[in-house]
C-alpha cells in the first residue's frame, strides 16, 4: 500500500521533465508517449480515474470510454483543422473541475459527469490531433488513446486501492496543480 504513492511519484518524474515531448513522427511509440509527457494530461487522466472509482458502478468503466472516444473525435478535428475555441481554458479546468470534485467526493450523476467528461476529451484530443505529426495519425491516435485508458486505469487502481482521505487528498492536488499551472 506504501509503495502505490512512491510509484507514482516516480512515473510523473519524466512528465515533470519532459513536459509534451515533440512530435517525433507519425509512430504508434510516439502516440504512446505523448500523453505521459505532459503534467496536464497525467493530472486530468488520474483524476478521471479516481473519479470513475469514487462513483463505482458503470462509471468504472464509462467515464474512461467516453474520454477516450471524445479525445479521439477531437484528434479528428485538431487534425483536420477545425478550429476549437478556447482549448487550453478547457484543459486547465478540466485538472482543476475534476481534481475539485475528487477532493469534496462529490457524487455527481452519471448523466451529468458524461458531458463534461466528453468536453474535456474533446478538448485534449484536438490539442493532441492539432500537434500531432502531419501523416500516420492513425498509429499515432492508436498510441495515445492507448496511454489516456492506461492513465485511466491507473486512477481507478489508485482509487480502488487507497482510502478516502487518501483519494480526496489526490483530486486536491490535482486540483491545486492545475490552478499552478493555469497561472504559470
Request: proline share 5%.
Amino acid at each position: 500500500m506504501r509503495i502505490l504513492p512512491l510509484a507514482l511519484m516516480i512515473l510523473m518524474v519524466p512528465t515533470l521533465a519532459l513536459a509534451h515531448p515533440g512530435h517525433a513522427g507519425p509512430s504508434f511509440l510516439t502516440g504512446l508517449g505523448h500523453p505521459l509527457g505532459g503534467l496536464d494530461h497525467v493530472l486530468a487522466m488520474l483524476a478521471v480515474g479516481l473519479m470513475a472509482a469514487q462513483a463505482g458502478g458503470r462509471a468504472l468503466w464509462v467515464l474512461p470510454v467516453t474520454f477516450v472516444g471524445a479525445m479521439l473525435a477531437g484528434g479528428v478535428f485538431g487534425f483536420a483543422g477545425v478550429t476549437l475555441s478556447a482549448v487550453e481554458p478547457l484543459i486547465l479546468a478540466s485538472i482543476i473541475m475534476l481534481g475539485a470534485l475528487v477532493a469534496l467526493a462529490t457524487r455527481p450523476k452519471l448523466a451529468t459527469l458524461v458531458p463534461m467528461v466528453a468536453v474535456f476529451g474533446l478538448a485534449h484530443g484536438w490539442a493532441h490531433g492539432a500537434e500531432g505529426p502531419a501523416q500516420g495519425l492513425a498509429l499515432y491516435a492508436a498510441g495515445f488513446a492507448l496511454a489516456t485508458a492506461g492513465l485511466h486505469l491507473a486512477g481507478i487502481g489508485l482509487g480502488r486501492a487507497l482510502n478516502h482521505l487518501a483519494i480526496r487528498t489526490l483530486g486536491g492536488g490535482a486540483a491545486l496543480a492545475g490552478l499552478a499551472l493555469a497561472f504559470a
